[in-house]
């Protein structure tokens, strides 16, 4: 069986109601430095995407990272 649909929680979590309790429980499993790793990859990624666009062709906007 594919690993992906073994851990597939349900489809409960294939509604709207079911994907935010999902998303709330996971928030709470989730440690404060697991979280925080988090945001920090996301800030990462945030900033990659930025420059990214910078770079393509006929971008003329300033890269402006809150």
Do not use: Y
Not at 4 to 12: D, S, V
Not at 13 to 27: D, I, K, Q, V, Y
């Amino acid at each position: 069986m594919n690993p992906e649909l073994a851990n597939h929680p349900g489809w409960k979590s294939c509604t709207f109601e079911g994907a935010e309790l999902h998303s709330l429980l996971l928030g709470l499993e989730t440690s404060f430095r697991e979280k925080i790793i988090w945001m920090e990859e996301m800030q990462k990624m945030q900033e990659r995407f930025a420059q990214n666009r910078l770079k393509r062709p006929g971008s003329k906007t300033e890269l402006k990272i809150p």
